[in-house]
């Protein structure tokens, strides 16, 4: 998406907010109405001019959408245009995730030329630094792009061809880094990084996503045993986190049990200590529940991918605890991850970002509507923190996102095991910046050496 379309704005590395498309905004003093200045030097690449009518009829059309981050929008109440480049947002409450939001997929901005296109998925058009060569690309497999000539920002885009090649197992990227087809990646595993460094490739280490455990039916919708906290918790004691780590990440990472970044104002570190290892203690809390036989937990499998290890290890420490795991073949991860945010399974694998905003990771896992709480999921509590969140000072908003954190470790909304540390390689001409909120790097932070 960065290689064809433009935010409204961008994240640095450190996740700080700068202009982008948008070159100045600011909020009105009860922060219900955000006012975007937007550059007036833009055009899409089929020759529209980027307006302010183009960016509101982006927002609603993403906000009122299929995407699973709509909900980042979803105290979007209207976006108007009032003037030519002049956008106002109106929140039906304020929203100190806003922000962040408009640099990544919901400040996407399309051509409005090509909104309802037949050709739109496979002729992307927007006013990024590349445009897709259809006739070159290989849906699935090989995406080639080619340098936008009428690009507003040319000093940012380092290339003037890009190839994106689709690899969905570590051996054929470790082959396409021997054989010098690739001169960076993401890597999926950590078992094959000296590998790679004999290579001649730099690797790039950051944690910043959590592997874990969703436990999504809080309510025992489906499952009736996942609706009491003590089921809930049986299954955190049950997983042993050390082992995990070093099965499926060689030991490379930090043990969990919270979902927020340690950079967080919400991170408390004595919390990794609530759910030691302990299939005892799991089978006592599972019989106070009700279940001293345990129950049956259908859950959803990857196919196809390096989850195996994970899956395997998941099913026989949940079995020593009572609990026998039943396993849902899905054919890829693009379906595994629809089958969790539309409420198919009570409980799945995933690994997602530990992010340092507390309000990202409300609108995500925590929030009705939110894509990773399928059954919306709510507690007046809950939603008493989540109105500080948004609306209290900065000093009230971080002691209501501490407290929230705190409850939904106690409450076993999750099973987080541990962050692992993932890693980009590049190769001896390239030179990479990570970035603190995103796994891959940004496509603009990816750079050839001079």
Same mark, same amino acid.
């Given at each position: 998406?960065?290689?064809?379309?433009?935010?409204?704005?961008?994240? /640095?590395?450190?996740?700080?907010?700068?202009?982008?498309?948008?070159?100045?905004?600011?909020?009105?003093?009860?922060?219900?109405?955000?006012?975007?200045?937007?550059?007036?030097?833009?055009?899409?690449?089929?020759?529209? @001019?980027?307006?302010?009518?183009?960016?509101?009829?982006?927002?609603?059309? +993403?906000?009122?959408?299929?995407?699973?981050? @709509?909900?980042?929008?979803?105290?979007?109440?209207?976006?108007?245009?009032?003037?030519?480049?002049?956008?106002?947002? !109106?929140?039906?409450?304020?929203?100190?995730?806003?922000?962040?939001?408009?640099?990544?997929?919901?400040?996407?901005?399309?051509?409005?030329?090509?909104?309802?296109?037949?050709?739109?998925?496979?002729?992307?058009?927007?006013?990024?630094?590349?445009?897709?060569?259809?006739?070159?690309?290989?849906?699935?497999? @090989?995406?080639?792009? *080619?340098?936008?000539?009428?690009?507003?920002?040319?000093?940012?885009?380092?290339?003037?061809?890009?190839?994106?090649?689709?690899?969905?197992?570590?051996?054929?990227?470790?082959?396409?880094?021997?054989?010098?087809?690739?001169?960076?990646?993401?890597?999926?595993?950590?078992?094959?990084?000296?590998?790679?460094?004999?290579?001649?490739?730099?690797?790039?280490?950051?944690?910043?996503?959590?592997?874990?455990?969703? %436990?999504?039916? @809080?309510?025992? =919708?489906?499952?009736?045993?996942?609706?009491?906290?003590?089921?809930?918790?049986?299954?955190? *004691? /049950?997983?042993?986190?050390?082992?995990?780590?070093?099965?499926?990440?060689?030991?490379?990472?930090?043990?969990? !049990? &919270?979902?927020?970044?340690?950079?967080?104002?919400?991170?408390?570190?004595?919390?990794?200590?609530?759910?030691?290892?302990?299939?005892?203690?799991?089978?006592?809390?599972?019989?106070?529940?009700?279940?001293? *036989?345990?129950?049956?937990?259908?859950?959803?499998?990857?196919?196809?991918?390096?989850?195996?290890?994970?899956?395997?290890?998941?099913?026989?420490?949940?079995?020593?605890?009572? %609990?026998?795991? =039943?396993?849902?073949?899905?054919?890829?991860?693009?379906?595994?991850?629809?089958?969790? !945010?539309?409420?198919?399974?009570?409980?799945?694998?995933?690994?997602?970002?530990?992010?340092?905003?507390?309000?990202?990771?409300?609108?995500?896992?925590?929030?009705?509507?939110?894509?990773?709480?399928?059954?919306?999921?709510?507690?007046?509590?809950?939603?008493?923190?989540?109105?500080?969140? *948004?609306?209290?000072?900065?000093?009230?908003?971080?002691?209501?996102?501490?407290?929230?954190?705190?409850?939904?470790?106690?409450? /076993?909304?999750?099973?987080?095991?541990?962050?692992?540390?993932?890693? +980009?390689? /590049?190769?001896?001409?390239?030179?990479?910046?990570? &970035?603190?909120?995103?796994?891959?790097?940004?496509?603009?932070?990816?750079?050839?050496?001079?």
């Amino acid at each position: 998406m960065q290689a064809v379309y433009d935010t409204l704005l961008h994240e /640095a590395p450190d996740g700080s907010i700068e202009p982008w498309l948008a070159s100045e905004w600011a909020y009105s003093d009860d922060r219900r109405t955000l006012t975007l200045t937007l550059r007036s030097d833009v055009v899409f690449s089929d020759g529209t @001019r980027f307006t302010a009518d183009a960016a509101a009829q982006n927002l609603l059309r +993403f906000r009122d959408g299929s995407s699973p981050k @709509r909900a980042r929008l979803a105290n979007v109440a209207d976006v108007k245009a009032t003037g030519d480049h002049t956008v106002q947002i !109106t929140l039906s409450r304020p929203d100190p995730g806003l922000l962040p939001s408009l640099a990544q997929n919901p400040g996407l901005q399309e051509s409005p030329a090509q909104f309802d296109a037949p050709d739109a998925e496979a002729v992307p058009v927007g006013s990024g630094p590349y445009i897709l060569d259809s006739m070159a690309t290989v849906p699935g497999s @090989r995406y080639v792009y *080619h340098a936008n000539p009428g690009y507003w920002a040319p000093e940012t885009r380092h290339y003037s061809k890009l190839i994106i090649n689709v690899y969905d197992q570590e051996p054929t990227i470790v082959n396409a880094i021997s054989t010098g087809e690739i001169n960076g990646a993401q890597l999926p595993g950590s078992g094959s990084i000296r590998q790679i460094e004999a290579a001649g490739f730099t690797l790039y280490p950051q944690e910043i996503s959590f592997n874990g455990l969703l %436990i999504l039916d @809080r309510d025992g =919708v489906i499952n009736k045993a996942l609706g009491d906290v003590r089921v809930r918790q049986a299954i955190n *004691h /049950a997983i042993d986190r050390k082992a995990m780590l070093e099965a499926a990440a060689n030991g490379l990472g930090t043990m969990t !049990t &919270q979902v927020l970044a340690p950079s967080s104002p919400a991170y408390d570190a004595t919390l990794d200590g609530r759910y030691p290892y302990d299939p005892v203690k799991a089978r006592q809390l599972l019989a106070a529940a009700g279940y001293p *036989h345990g129950f049956k937990l259908t859950m959803p499998a990857i196919a196809g991918t390096g989850n195996l290890p994970l899956a395997t290890l998941t099913a026989a420490f949940l079995g020593d605890a009572g %609990i026998k795991v =039943v396993y849902d073949q899905q054919a890829d991860l693009a379906s595994y991850v629809g089958a969790l !945010t539309q409420g198919k399974f009570g409980v799945g694998w995933m690994q997602l970002q530990t992010s340092p905003s507390a309000a990202f990771v409300v609108a995500d896992r925590i929030a009705k509507g939110g894509p990773f709480n399928p059954f919306d999921t709510d507690r007046p509590q809950v939603t008493a923190w989540l109105d500080r969140i *948004h609306a209290g000072t900065v000093e009230e908003s971080n002691e209501a996102a501490k407290a929230l954190n705190a409850y939904i470790v106690e409450q /076993a909304w999750f099973d987080p095991w541990y962050r692992n540390k993932t890693f +980009f390689a /590049a190769d001896a001409n390239t030179v990479v910046t990570q &970035q603190d909120t995103n796994t891959y790097p940004y496509l603009w932070n990816i750079k050839p050496k001079r």
